[in-house]
């Protein structure tokens, strides 16, 4: 996310807390949350599922700071000449395997009662898609915005399944590492502070907005138009108030235990792990699932219920 | 320079880096093991070989095929593939253009130029081209190492002794004759040296071709694996495919010195 890029603004609100934040953009999404993992960063931008497999499972405690938005469509399943999501018995799918496109696999499959055994998977790389779906040889393929706007287009082809199906399970957060956290709250003060004052500039109405969001779909490579429909199939959590509502509902622990169980099916847990309840996962009601003496990975909402509060 | 090992002496001093750089693996693991015991990065030796039983002599959850003997099947398919396109075309291309000073006129600087795109850089294009399949994949080595060879081969030729073509047809050899008696038989160790040259880019090539789209294969398995951090899997992968590579090399070499002693006296 090109969020709190803007050097200045950041400056200022590092400033009020004493202490400076570098931001990195990498270029390649898993690379940063591998980097993060190896312990370069003391924070990142991470969906939920990974913060599990790819931290969490690697045994650094880490918190998702924020909710910021949740996949609303803006993650689908399309087919050459195919109507349905039962149309995808036997196809050989070209998507990332064991990202979030695997999982939303796994729940369009659950919905026709298929199993993976029905299909065959081709691990793709996501700036490939596109390309992919272009030759003869790829009938099917599962990727994410802006890439499946792109194989929208393509003639003859449906988009079958997408994330809205699964409103809520498909979760962007900004994770830090639950030690530094700990040792300098103000980190994350700081972090929640940027984040919904450059949300509130973004959802403005007016010139401000316009500006601001056109700086960003320039930073992800898009254009204002590209940007406005993709945040279309997005749910944004532009106020502290949604996002610490949905950070504390009863939904985030469903999806949890849903894509847990899908990553310990997957082997995404570690290849030596027995169950699914290895990682122990915390919530902001104080509930937990999992190994209680191996919290890894913990849903924080309260710098969020700060920024609702007015009191960062 | 006058000190030289003894026997023993050399296969020690050949062991001792190997030893070197073990222990210094060994020691950073057991320290970032002590600091996070779930740590992924540098999995001690113990974790790496369970990782091998695992993926060498374990069928997998999800396919039941056994996965490391699957990978290296279908990655040495594509890499023999490959490497015989190119080494065939490397040896018809570079004896005609050392040969032929008409098809050396006209091939020669196209071969020059085409030798210089980075293979890289066109693999998006190979891909619509080509497919997703297994044939972008032997295309890209092809095109990866097959320059490399025509070029190597062509100045192979051009390096023998004029005066020993001459020869030949003084004493009434054909064009044909002279390829064939003279000219390939003095280049066959240069060929394979050349293709043991290829071997590093080759798999280099197989490799970022299976990072990008596949469904096995050795770069397939590390590049998926990458997702989760799993060092274990993808440590002893590389050690392996260093292996293959290896005794790839190793067999050209002897096949090279079975096939032609006179070159290496």
Redesign the interface.
């Known amino acids: 996310m090109a969020l709190c890029r803007r050097r200045r603004h950041r400056q200022e609100v590092a400033d009020k807390y004493g202490i400076t934040i570098n931001v990195t953009q990498i270029n390649d999404y898993?690379e940063s949350v591998?980097q993060y993992?190896?312990g370069k960063f003391d924070g990142v931008t991470v969906t939920n599922m990974d913060a599990l497999?790819?931290p969490a499972?690697?045994?650094?405690d880490t918190t998702a700071l924020i909710i910021g938005d949740f996949s609303n469509g803006n993650d689908g399943i399309v087919l050459k000449k195919g109507k349905t999501v039962a149309d995808i018995k036997g196809r050989?799918i070209?998507m990332v395997?064991?990202?979030v496109s695997h999982y939303l696999l796994a729940r369009a499959l659950n919905s026709v009662k298929l199993k993976?055994k029905d299909i065959?998977?081709?691990?793709?790389?996501d700036s490939?898609i596109v390309?992919?779906f272009?030759?003869?040889?790829?009938t099917a393929v599962i990727t994410w915005n802006p890439q499946l706007m792109e194989v929208r287009a393509e003639p003859d082809s449906t988009l079958v399944y997408d994330s809205s199906k699964i409103p809520g399970e498909i979760i962007d957060t900004l994770a830090v590492k639950t030690e530094t956290l700990k040792d300098n709250p103000d980190f994350g003060k700081a972090l929640v502070g940027i984040w919904f004052e450059t949300l509130a500039l973004m959802s403005d109405a007016g010139d401000k907005g316009k500006t601001a969001r056109e700086a960003m779909a320039k930073l992800s490579g898009t254009d204002l138009a590209g940007f406005d429909t993709q945040l279309k199939t997005t749910k944004m959590f532009y106020t502290p108030k949604e996002a610490v509502a949905f950070a504390k509902g009863g939904e985030l622990v469903k999806t949890m235990e849903l894509v847990r169980t899908f990553c310990f099916e997957?082997?995404?847990l570690?290849?030596?792990v027995k169950s699914k309840d290895a990682i122990g996962i915390a919530f902001p009601s104080g509930e937990t699932m999992g190994r209680k003496a191996n919290l890894?990975l913990r849903f924080d909402a309260s710098f969020m219920q700060m920024a609702a509060d007015g009191k960062l | 320079m006058n000190i030289a090992p003894s026997r023993i002496g050399r296969l020690m001093l050949a062991l001792l880096p190997f030893v070197l750089i073990a222990t210094i693996y060994v020691v950073a693991s057991a320290e970032r093991r002590a600091v996070?015991?779930?740590?992924?990065?540098l999995p001690p030796v113990s974790?790496m070989a369970?990782?091998v039983r695992?993926v060498a002599f374990e069928p997998d959850?999800?396919s039941g095929e056994i996965v490391l003997w699957t990978d290296t099947a279908a990655s040495l398919q594509r890499l023999a593939l490959g490497l015989g396109i190119a080494t065939l075309i490397g040896l018809v291309f570079g004896l005609a253009i050392g040969v032929l000073p008409m098809v050396s006129a006209t091939l020669a600087p196209l071969v020059a130029v085409l030798s210089m795109i980075p293979p890289m850089a066109i693999l998006?294009v190979l891909?619509?081209v080509f497919?997703?399949?297994e044939l972008s994949k032997v295309v890209l080595i092809v095109i990866g190492v097959g320059p490399f060879l025509i070029r190597d081969l062509s100045l192979a030729v051009a390096a023998l002794p004029a005066e020993q073509i001459v020869k030949a047809q003084s004493l009434g050899a054909s064009t044909w004759q002279v390829a064939i008696r003279v000219v390939l038989p003095q280049i066959m160790p240069r060929l394979i040296d050349a293709v043991r040259l290829s071997l590093g880019p080759a798999f280099l090539f197989l490799i970022s071709a299976e990072?990008?789209?596949?469904?096995s294969g050795l770069g397939?398995r590390i590049?998926?694996v990458?997702?989760?951090?799993?060092m274990?899997?993808i440590l002893p992968y590389v050690a392996w495919i260093t292996l293959l590579a290896y005794l790839m090399d190793y067999a050209l070499a002897r096949l090279s010195r079975a096939t032609f002693p006179w070159a290496y006296k």
Do not use: C, M, Q
């Open positions: 898993v591998n993992t190896a497999t790819i499972a690697g045994g650094v050989k070209n395997e064991l990202s993976e065959k998977v081709v691990n793709t790389s490939d390309g992919a272009k030759s003869k040889d790829s997957h082997n995404l570690g290849e030596g890894k | 996070n015991p779930d740590d992924k990065l974790e369970d990782a695992r959850r999800r998006p891909f619509i497919g997703l399949g990072a990008i789209a596949a469904e397939y590049f998926l990458r997702r989760f951090l799993a274990d899997v």
